[in-house]
Protein backbone atom coordinates (compact mmCIF):
# COMPACT_ATOMS: atom_id res chain seq x y z
CA UNK A 1 0.00 0.00 0.00
CA UNK A 2 2.71 2.46 0.58
CA UNK A 3 4.41 1.35 -2.67
CA UNK A 4 1.33 2.79 -4.22
CA UNK A 5 1.53 6.31 -2.52
CA UNK A 6 5.04 6.19 -3.23
CA UNK A 7 4.82 5.45 -7.39
CA UNK A 8 1.82 8.39 -7.69
CA UNK A 9 4.02 10.87 -5.93
CA UNK A 10 6.75 10.18 -8.06
CA UNK A 11 4.42 10.63 -11.35
CA UNK A 12 3.14 13.71 -10.12
CA UNK A 13 6.58 14.94 -9.55
CA UNK A 14 7.64 13.93 -13.11
CA UNK A 15 4.77 15.68 -14.19
CA UNK A 16 5.30 19.49 -12.27
CA UNK A 17 9.00 18.62 -13.51
CA UNK A 18 7.65 18.19 -17.39
CA UNK A 19 5.07 21.26 -16.90
CA UNK A 20 7.47 23.71 -15.24
CA UNK A 21 10.43 22.96 -18.38
CA UNK A 22 7.35 23.62 -21.02
CA UNK A 23 6.24 26.59 -19.61
CA UNK A 24 10.00 27.85 -19.79
CA UNK A 25 10.28 27.28 -23.00
CA UNK A 26 7.06 28.36 -24.26
CA UNK A 27 7.98 31.99 -22.62
CA UNK A 28 9.93 32.87 -25.28
CA UNK A 29 9.69 36.88 -26.37
CA UNK A 30 9.29 37.95 -29.55
CA UNK A 31 11.21 40.94 -30.94
CA UNK A 32 11.89 43.67 -33.86
CA UNK A 33 14.40 45.38 -32.37
CA UNK A 34 17.76 43.93 -32.97
CA UNK A 35 19.72 45.91 -30.74
CA UNK A 36 17.74 43.94 -28.09
CA UNK A 37 18.36 41.14 -29.35
CA UNK A 38 22.27 41.48 -29.28
CA UNK A 39 21.92 42.66 -25.66
CA UNK A 40 20.02 40.18 -24.41
CA UNK A 41 21.33 35.82 -23.56
CA UNK A 42 18.00 34.78 -23.85
CA UNK A 43 16.49 32.66 -26.78
CA UNK A 44 14.08 34.80 -28.64
CA UNK A 45 12.09 35.18 -31.67
CA UNK A 46 13.39 38.02 -33.99
CA UNK A 47 12.00 39.20 -36.63
CA UNK A 48 12.67 40.67 -39.95
CA UNK A 49 13.33 40.77 -43.76
CA UNK A 50 15.93 38.99 -45.28
CA UNK A 51 18.62 41.33 -47.35
CA UNK A 52 18.81 40.15 -50.43
CA UNK A 53 22.03 42.23 -51.79
CA UNK A 54 24.38 39.93 -49.54
CA UNK A 55 22.76 37.04 -50.59
CA UNK A 56 22.81 33.62 -48.63
CA UNK A 57 25.40 31.73 -47.96
CA UNK A 58 25.46 27.46 -47.62
CA UNK A 59 28.26 25.50 -46.35
CA UNK A 60 27.50 21.85 -47.61
CA UNK A 61 30.71 20.84 -45.11
CA UNK A 62 29.40 21.99 -41.85
CA UNK A 63 25.81 21.96 -42.95
CA UNK A 64 25.06 25.68 -42.50
CA UNK A 65 22.91 27.92 -44.51
CA UNK A 66 23.57 32.05 -43.43
CA UNK A 67 22.33 35.34 -44.10
CA UNK A 68 21.43 38.46 -43.06
CA UNK A 69 18.48 40.30 -42.02
CA UNK A 70 17.27 43.85 -41.38
CA UNK A 71 14.69 45.04 -38.51
CA UNK A 72 12.13 47.77 -38.67
CA UNK A 73 15.08 50.31 -37.84
CA UNK A 74 17.26 49.18 -40.40
CA UNK A 75 19.72 46.91 -38.09
CA UNK A 76 20.92 44.28 -39.53
CA UNK A 77 22.15 40.30 -37.99
CA UNK A 78 23.83 38.14 -39.36
CA UNK A 79 22.10 34.93 -38.80
CA UNK A 80 23.48 30.79 -38.95
CA UNK A 81 21.37 28.09 -38.72
CA UNK A 82 22.56 24.31 -38.54
CA UNK A 83 20.28 22.97 -41.06
CA UNK A 84 19.53 23.48 -44.84
CA UNK A 85 17.49 26.23 -46.01
CA UNK A 86 13.90 26.55 -45.57
CA UNK A 87 11.30 26.57 -48.29
CA UNK A 88 10.67 29.24 -49.82
CA UNK A 89 12.89 31.46 -48.48
CA UNK A 90 13.99 33.38 -51.71
CA UNK A 91 10.01 34.17 -51.79
CA UNK A 92 9.66 35.10 -48.33
CA UNK A 93 8.59 38.58 -47.23
CA UNK A 94 9.48 38.61 -43.54
CA UNK A 95 11.78 35.68 -41.66
CA UNK A 96 10.98 34.59 -37.78
CA UNK A 97 14.81 33.00 -36.47
CA UNK A 98 14.43 31.25 -32.65
CA UNK A 99 17.81 31.05 -31.13
CA UNK A 100 20.54 33.70 -29.49
CA UNK A 101 22.97 35.89 -30.34
CA UNK A 102 26.28 34.94 -29.29
CA UNK A 103 30.13 35.83 -30.39
CA UNK A 104 28.84 38.29 -33.12
CA UNK A 105 26.11 36.73 -34.61
CA UNK A 106 22.77 34.90 -34.22
CA UNK A 107 22.29 31.26 -33.84
CA UNK A 108 19.17 30.26 -35.49
CA UNK A 109 17.72 27.26 -33.74
CA UNK A 110 14.36 27.15 -36.21
CA UNK A 111 13.92 29.41 -39.11
CA UNK A 112 10.09 30.16 -40.15
CA UNK A 113 9.01 32.46 -43.71
CA UNK A 114 6.39 34.26 -44.33
CA UNK A 115 5.29 34.12 -47.97
CA UNK A 116 3.26 36.79 -49.67
CA UNK A 117 -0.55 34.87 -49.53
CA UNK A 118 -1.84 33.75 -52.72
CA UNK A 119 -5.40 35.05 -51.25
CA UNK A 120 -3.54 39.08 -51.78
CA UNK A 121 -2.44 38.31 -55.20
CA UNK A 122 -5.95 37.28 -55.98
CA UNK A 123 -7.94 40.17 -54.78
CA UNK A 124 -5.00 42.41 -56.02
CA UNK A 125 -6.03 41.15 -59.36
CA UNK A 126 -9.34 41.53 -58.68
CA UNK A 127 -8.78 45.50 -57.83
CA UNK A 128 -6.51 46.02 -60.98
CA UNK A 129 -9.64 44.40 -63.44
CA UNK A 130 -12.13 46.92 -61.98
Partial sequence: MKNKYIFGGFIIVVFLGIMGYLFTQSNIQYQDDFTQVMKTSKTVKATGSWVKEKNYQ??????????????????????????????????????????????????AKDI???????????????TSNL
Fill in 58 to 107: IDKVNKTFSFYIVDANGNEMKVVYNGTIPNNFESATSVVVTGKYVEGYFH
Fill in 112 to 126: LTKCPSKYEEQQQVQ
